[in-house]
Nanobody, 128 residues
Framework: QVQLVESGGGSVQAGRSLRLSCVAS????????MGWFRQASGKGREGVAG????????KYADSVKGRFTISHDNARNTLFLQMDDLKPEDTALYYCASTDARNWSPLARPLAESWYKFWGQGTQVTVS
């Protein structure tokens, strides 16, 4: 059974940093495609960052480029999102996502909800 468990959210002042973690389980050999999404109150879910863990190909939403960094630790089946220079507009519930796709593809859409199959429960980030 696939499980994604996020942690690391909290309340911080603008300009500070947070590091989110997502521990993944339930897939032999780990996930190859993983991503972070967020959903602000009253808005739809937005793709923030995605990664292909085989070669560390990454993709970011324009709104977070240069401030957020997605990374992974395959040995611990853990995905990270380092968030620096946080802004009030980053306030949202942050979700980890994964899929059982194993190969890189130029058709991959790592910032699209439809690309992913498995979702965590989310961790709240509040920036004031």
């Amino acid at each position: 059974q696939v499980q994604l468990v996020e942690s690391g959210g909290g309340s911080v002042q603008a300009g500070r940093s947070l590091r989110l973690s997502c521990v993944a389980s339930g897939v032999t050999g780990g996930f190859r495609w993983m991503g972070w999404f967020r959903q602000a109150s009253g808005k739809g879910r937005e793709g923030v960052a995605g990664i292909f863990t085989e070669d560390d190909y990454t993709k970011y939403a324009d709104s977070v480029k240069g401030r957020f960094t997605i990374s992974h630790d395959n040995a611990r089946n853990t995905l990270f999102l380092q968030m620096d220079d946080l802004k009030p507009e980053d306030t949202a519930l942050y979700y980890c996502a994964s899929t059982d796709a194993r190969n890189w593809s130029p058709l991959a859409r790592p910032l699209a909800e439809s690309w992913y199959k498995f979702w965590g429960q989310g961790t709240q980030v509040t920036v004031s």
